[in-house]
């Protein structure tokens, strides 16, 4: 069957530290991999898309890798802040004919303390 | 404010009614999608529009059905609620993403359903 796993336990990490949150699924063959942010009652925020061709993407203190032999994906924050505390979802941009399925992972909380 | 617009924030409903979710697409994106998120089962997807057109579907039950209108704003109907339809619908709009495609997708802020 198909699935999206990501880090089901909450991750608390100290301010200033590297946050790694890992996404990997099974039968899946997407053509694009998306990490949203979502803060509570609230809807997700697009953060970075990595294609399937691309290894590694950054942005400001965000890093995306993609590994569609491991088929696996690993998002990096550096220097965390506690305002980067919230939950990441991982999402599989999968083209169906004519259309395309955003399916997303259940998320991972992220905590950074003091 | 991601300039997609859902209403009702919130809706309190009884069981077997039938309640109607609006969502506004930000202006230019031709694609609305919508999702179910409910704490036991994350974010689902439930059905894709594309000016228009169903495009793509996910288990989007019978009991519920969507349409987008000509002028792009989509509406999502659930019928015969159940208590376990309980849940935050989101909508969303896309835009492609320049130089090598992908889409990006816009969440609004989401309906809070709550089935009694």
């Known amino acids: 069957s198909q699935k999206i796993e990501q880090n089901s336990e909450a991750l608390n990490i100290q301010e200033g530290k590297t946050a790694t949150l890992t996404c990997n699924y099974t039968n899946y063959s997407p053509a694009y991999l998306q990490w949203y942010r979502q803060d509570p009652g609230r809807g997700p925020v697009f953060l970075l898309l990595i294609r399937e061709n691309e290894k590694e993407k950054r942005k400001e203190r965000l890093k995306v890798t993609f590994d569609t032999t491991l088929k696996q994906s690993l998002f990096h924050i550096t220097a965390s802040q506690p305002a980067d505390s919230a939950t990441y979802l991982c999402?599989?941009?999968?083209?169906?004919?004519?259309?395309?399925?955003?399916?997303f992972g259940t998320g991972t909380q992220l905590k950074v303390e003091l | 404010d991601s300039g997609v617009t859902q209403t009702p924030k919130h809706l309190i409903t009884a069981t077997g009614q039938r309640v109607t979710l609006r969502c506004s697409p930000r202006?230019?994106?031709?694609?609305v999608y919508w999702y179910q998120q409910s704490l036991d089962q994350g974010l689902q997807f439930l059905i894709h529009?594309?000016?228009?057109?169903?495009?793509a579907k996910g288990n989007i039950l019978e009991r519920f059905s969507a349409q987008q209108f000509p002028d792009l704003h989509s509406e999502l109907n659930l019928s015969s609620l159940e208590l376990g339809d309980s849940a935050l619908y989101f909508c969303a709009s896309s835009a492609l993403i320049r130089g090598g495609g992908g889409t990006e997708a816009f969440f609004g802020q989401g309906t809070r359903l709550t089935v009694v």
């Open positions: 529009y594309y000016n228009g057109e169903e495009r």
């Open positions: 999402a599989l941009d999968i083209l169906t004919g004519g259309g395309n399925k955003l399916t």
């Open positions: 202006s230019g994106d031709l694609s």
